[in-house]
């Protein structure tokens, strides 16, 4: 009788915690928002798939993949160099890049969310030093909760971008099929269409320089303002 001992494969644990990470099961409400999708479809700006897929491209590209996938990637940096300062000095900023009283509370909450329940999972809490560094950030927004636990786990920077990229695609998608409303179908479409651009949107935003980093969006801004006195709403943002 022979016995064979397996071995883990190099890199999967991170892989797995990715996905756990940017799981849609993950609690920390992400499903209540739409980031003004919403309104764009109570606009009649949004009322078909091609629209639908126009209004988050435009986003992933112009806003996620230009500030927020950079300042991701910084902070994935400054986590895992200690460099806890910066960590700070980046979230700041992005809060003060929320440029609605929604938009704010979303990551704020989100964050909220996100740190209660990494400070109670022993595959983060356990790990030395992370619980104490991530509790010392006062009211972290999402992102930076979120890069915390991407860097204690050590998942390699691109796939970290390119799965946070895709869990905030999927979000909208999700949204879109709710508010459009649009078939699951065409769900899936959207999300094979999204998916194929963020490779070289992950590229670029390793690279993007701090001084070139913008979320210049007016229609977000506008769509999200006009959603936040919106009669009737499924959504939160």
């Given amino acids: 009788m022979s016995t064979t001992t397996s071995l883990p494969v190099p ?23 739409s980031q003004g999708l919403e309104w764009a479809v109570e606009s009649g700006l949004v009322r078909t798939e091609a629209e639908a897929a126009a209004w988050i491209g435009e986003l992933l590209e112009w806003s996620l993949a230009r500030f927020e996938a950079p300042l991701l990637a910084r902070q994935l940096m400054a986590w895992s160099q200690g460099e806890d300062g910066e960590v700070a000095r980046l979230d700041a900023d992005f809060l003060a890049s929320r440029e609605t009283a929604e938009l704010r509370a979303e990551t704020v909450q989100m964050g909220w969310s996100l740190v209660r329940l990494l400070a109670e999972l022993d595959a983060f809490a356990a790990l030395p030093g992370w619980r104490a560094r991530l509790l010392a950030m006062e009211a972290p927004c999402f992102p930076t909760a979120w890069s915390a636990a991407a860097a204690a786990w050590q998942v390699p920077p691109e796939q970290a971008l390119a799965a946070y990229l895709w869990a905030w695609a999927e979000n909208q998608v999700m949204a879109a099929v709710k508010a459009v409303p649009l078939g699951q179908s065409a769900g899936q479409r ?46 939160r943002s």
């Fill in 190 to 235: 959207l999300l094979a269409t999204l998916g194929e651009r963020i490779p070289a949107l992950v590229e670029a935003a390793l690279v993007l320089p701090e001084m070139r980093w913008s979320n210049y969006t007016p229609g977000l801004a506008i769509a999200s303002s006009r959603h936040e006195t919106q009669y009737t709403r499924l959504f």
């Fill in 11 to 33: 890199g999967l644990l991170p892989l797995l915690r990715l996905l756990q990470l940017a799981s849609p099961a993950l609690p920390v409400g992400a499903y209540t928002y």
